[in-house]
């Protein structure tokens, strides 16, 4: 079974712009999560999805923003970017409610100039 | 006060040898308690995950929770080059919460 893909895997951008990514989950899976991973804070919640509905999220400004398709596979966005907001973004799939188990993708890896 | 925190270590240790990776956490609404294993440059991997106190084993990793003193370890016996990693303990109420992580080291 094929794992989480996250596309693109690097991107640089200037501030001020905006940036989709694009993850999708392992086949089956209805739950989308996104993390956003910086070497100060560690890995923190974005926001979850499930059958294309936000069920959860975290404590993030308004820029930051997702959508889930009906095929389960999610896009996040971010607006007039910082320079603050250069991280590692993470996606993780589950089956149902995100419990323990989930199955993170490789990650996207975004740098604002 | 973070939800989850873990000594960020860096902690290096002899092949073999036995490792213990302890968090602490502060929200008694987590049910779910969970460890993942990150390699460099890579997306974290589950390495373990209990539903409420208690053991579980899963060949030399054995994790165990503590609610009353709120307390996640996860135990490492004899410890191989490839668990060299930064190892993420966790707790969710359907909204998983990570500590920054313990960089583990295992040297031959």
């Known amino acids: 079974k094929a794992g989480v893909t996250q596309t693109p895997r690097y991107l640089i951008k200037t501030r001020g712009q905006q940036v989709t990514l694009s993850c999708s989950p392992i086949s089956g899976h209805r739950s989308v999560s996104w993390y956003q991973q910086t070497p100060g804070q560690g890995l923190q919640f974005l926001f979850e999805y499930f059958s294309e509905t936000q069920r959860n999220k975290g404590n993030f400004p308004g820029r930051f923003s997702g959508r889930q398709f009906s095929n389960s596979r999610s896009e996040m966005n971010v607006s007039t970017l910082e320079l603050g907001d250069s991280a590692l973004y993470l996606c993780?799939?589950?089956?149902?409610?995100?419990?323990?188990?989930?199955?993170f993708g490789p990650g996207t890896r975004l740098t604002v100039t | 006060q973070k939800e989850v925190e873990q000594d960020p270590g860096p902690l290096s240790v002899p092949e073999g040898a036995i490792v213990s990776l302890n968090c602490t956490y502060s929200n008694s609404a987590f049910q779910y308690f969970m460890w993942y294993r990150q390699y460099s440059r890579k997306g974290p991997e589950l390495l373990m995950y209990?539903?409420?106190?208690g053991n579980k084993e899963d060949g030399r990793f054995t994790a165990q929770v503590d609610k009353s003193s709120k307390y996640i370890s996860l135990f490492i016996r004899d410890s191989q080059p490839s668990d060299s990693a930064t190892y993420l303990c966790?707790?969710?109420?359907?909204?998983?919460?990570f500590g920054k992580g313990t960089l583990l080291t295992v040297n031959p």
């Open positions: 209990t539903y409420s106190s």
């Open positions: 966790g707790g969710s109420n359907y909204k998983l919460t």
């Open positions: 993780a799939s589950s089956l149902n409610r995100p419990t323990g188990e989930q199955y």
